[in-house]
Every structure is written in C-alpha cells, then in structure tokens.
C-alpha cells in the first residue's frame, strides 16, 4: 500500500500540477488568439475592409500621454479625413483595465476627431462583462452615426474563422514556396495580382466616394424638402396671422358703422322730438355732436379704403383694373353710407341754426341791457336837472325806439334821429353779412 507522501512529495506533484496548469492556459491562450486573429481577418474580408479597400492592420493611433497609444485591430482614413477604425472580439470580454483603456481612448478620438467613426465587431453568443457592455451602449448613446456595436451571428462567425484560416493556409503556402522555381512565372503572378488589388482599391475608391457623393446628394436633398417644409409652415402661419388680423380689422369696422349709424339715428331722432315739443339743445352740445360724428365717419371712410387696397392686393388686381375696381367699391360704400351722412348734415345743420338763434338771443339781450342803462342814466339826469325831460325822451327814442312811432319829437331831435337810426341799420346790416 502507498504510504502517506511526505512534504517533499507533496511539493513536487503540486509545482508539476501547476506547470501542466500554465502550459494549459498558455495553449489555450495562443488558441483563443489564433481564433481572434482567423475572426478578425475573416470578418474582415466579409464586410471589404481589406488592403485593397485602403484598410491597414494593426494601427497606432496616438490619444494622450496618461492614456497611451491606441492599437486598432483595422483602421483607415476616410474621406473627410477621420479615421475609420474597428475592433473584432470573437471571445469573451472581461471587465478590465485593458479593456476599459481600449474604450476610453476610442472615446478620446471620437472626441477629438468629428469626422472618425468607429465599430465593435462581437461575436453574439461571446460573454460580454456587463460593465463593459454598459461603457460600450454609452459610448454609441454618446456618439450617435459615429460608434455602433455590430453583432455577428454564430453562424457568420463560424464562417468567418474558416475564411480566415483558409487565408493563413494560402499564406503559409506562399511561405514555405522554394526560391527560385518558377521565379518568373511568380513575379509575373504577384505583378497581376498586385495590379488586381490596386485596380480593386481604385474601384472601391471610387465606389466609396461616389456612394459618399450620393449620400451628400441624398442629405442635401433631405435638407432641402425639410427647409421647404419648414418655409411653406412659416407661409402658412403668415397667412393665418393676416388672415386673424384682416378678420379683426373687418368685425371692427362693422362695429365701428355700426355704432355711428346708431349714433347719429339717435340724435337725429332726439333733435326732431325736441322740435315737437318745442324744444331746443344747446348749440355747444349740437356742435360738439356733429364734430364726434365727422370724426368717427372719417375714420370709417379711411379703414375702409385700406380695408379696399388689402382685398384687391389679395386679389390679384393692380394697375388701372385695381383703380377701377376701388372706385367702384368707394362708390358702393358711399350709397351704403348715405342715410348716415344725410343725418350728419341734418345735425350740422341745426348746429348751425342753433348758433345763429343763440347769438341773436345774446345781441337783443346786450342791446336791452345797453338800453336800459341809458334809460337810468337820462332819469338820473333829468332828476339832477340837467337835462329836460324832453330832452330824454328824445334821447330814448333815438337810442332804442321805444316811444310810438307817432309820438312828436322834441324840437331839432328829428334830424339828429335819422342820421342815428341809418347808422344802427347799417351797421345790424354788416353784422347779419359777418353771420354775428
């Protein structure tokens, strides 16, 4: 029966255990590479992004001192002068330092270069650390149209690692291919084939740029029917808002004829009433009245020649047809205005009869006035005795009239009256002519 082993023993096995252990992770290790590199390079070739299309393997981009260089698995320049670059994953992607390295610098130069663009090419069934997956979706929420995440089927990918190791065989092939043999015959097969790939780069070349060409086209286009879009609602939206304001600026004309038809019916009506009844309105209230009218039908008559000028504009009618179509509706307006001018004219007109009648009324009540104070004043005289009564009777009828018209005259008063009573009707004859 074995014995217990003893320390030494046990330290044996466990260093043995522990190479075979580091040789397994190493094998495996040099595996997974292998794989990646068959993924990458077949992946690559599935999706064009070969030498021919521009494409270069393993390129360093510079980023910044404390993050270092970044190494990217294929990159090119495009034709705004970013930089394309991809990343292929074919196993799974831990949570660490490296990798979130790789992510912050791919961020640095998508934020340093507006025109790069970027990918992360992942196998679908590859186990993906969910921090690494959380960094990843913010980096393309960060950078919309610029990063995305490509997801690769089982089976394209499998499809892929086998393109890729047929790709190392035939490179091992050309390897292990003896100088000398058929020299001639194989420089002749890599000047056509170099020539092939350049004429396929070319042709990318110019596919990519017509398709770049097309999509500017495309987005131009694009931005052009938004901007007509955007200028037909801004038209529309000008439309409507003169549309409301020409609405408006209508209701308060109606409004505004309205109230002046109602007005000037109601002081018509009142100044009829006031003559049935033998009633007057002062001549100030009548002629303040017909000042408010005047006003207010200037007004109307002004809005609706502006009212008039909008609707032919609109319409289309300019020069003399527009001329002839406003005078015709000015026309129109003045036969719908008619019965409202007629009773501002009727209101006019007893202003002025009103002023008239007043003025007289406060000239026979000055001459009253005049008269009676030269009345007092020849009593005063013919009491103080310095005039005869004869006298003052003399002076009243030349002064007022107020004897009878038969009633004799002192003597040498008669003449004297004449010349004073011709003077007094000519001069009430000038101010009849002045309208005082």
């Known amino acids: 029966m074995p014995g217990i082993p003893s320390d030494d023993e046990r330290r044996r096995r466990e260093a043995a255990e522990r190479l075979r252990q580091a040789r397994a992770d190493l094998e495996r290790g040099r595996g997974y590479n292998r794989q990646g590199v068959e993924f990458h390079e077949g992946m690559a070739q599935i999706r064009g992004e070969t030498r021919e299309n521009g494409w270069r393997n393993e390129v360093v981009t510079r980023t910044t001192r404390e993050l270092g260089d970044r190494r ?90 086998e393109l890729g190791q047929a790709l190392s065989r035939e490179r091992q092939s050309r390897q292990l291919e003896l100088p000398g043999v058929n020299a001639a015959k194989l420089r002749e097969k890599a000047r056509r084939e170099q020539e092939a790939r350049e004429k396929a780069r070319v042709r990318a070349e110019r596919a990519r740029v017509r398709v770049h060409q097309l999509g500017r086209y495309l987005q131009r286009g694009r931005e052009g029917r ?6 037909r609602e801004l038209e529309q939206q000008r439309q409507a808002r003169e549309r409301t ?107 002025t009869v009103r002023e008239a009648a007043e003025h007289e009324d406060r ?43 038969d009633a004799p005259l002192p003597p040498g008063m008669s003449e004297f009256a004449e010349r004073r009573g011709a003077r007094e009707r000519e001069a009430r004859g000038r101010a009849r002519e002045r309208g005082d």
């Open 245 to 351: 304001e020409r609405e408006r600026k209508a209701r308060e004309l109606e409004t505004k004829k309205k109230d002046l038809a109602r007005v000037v019916g109601e002081n018509t009506k009142a100044i009829a009433r006031a003559r049935d009844e033998g009633k007057v309105f002062p001549a100030r209230e009548l002629r303040e009245a017909h000042e408010n009218v005047t006003r207010a039908l200037h007004d109307v008559q002004e809005k609706q020649k502006a009212q008039t000028r909008e609707m032919l504009a609109d319409a289309g009618f300019t020069g003399e047809q527009g001329r002839i179509m406003a005078e015709h509706l000015a026309e129109r307006q003045a036969r719908q205005r008619e019965s409202v001018v007629l009773g501002i004219e009727a209101i006019g007109k007893e202003a």
């Open 72 to 161: 990217h698995d294929t990159a090119r320049l495009n034709s705004e002068g970013g930089k394309d670059f991809r990343e292929y994953k074919s196993g799974q992607i831990r949570d660490d330092r490296f990798t979130r390295d790789e992510i912050a610098k791919d961020r640095h130069i998508l934020a340093h270069d507006p025109h790069a663009q970027g990918q992360w090419i992942i196998r679908a069934d590859a186990r993906v650390d969910p921090g690494v997956q959380r960094e990843l979706e913010r980096l393309a929420r960060d950078f919309p149209g610029r990063f995305s995440i490509v997801q690769v089927t089982p089976v394209r990918a499998r499809r892929a690692i």
């Open 363 to 405: 000239r026979d009540a000055e001459w009253k006035a005049q008269q009676r104070a030269r009345e007092l004043r020849a009593r005063q005289l013919v009491r103080e005795g310095r005039i005869s009564p004869e006298l003052a009777r003399g002076l009243e009828a030349v002064h007022g009239g107020l004897v009878r018209h």
């Open 226 to 231: 938004a901007e007509a879009v955007r200028a």
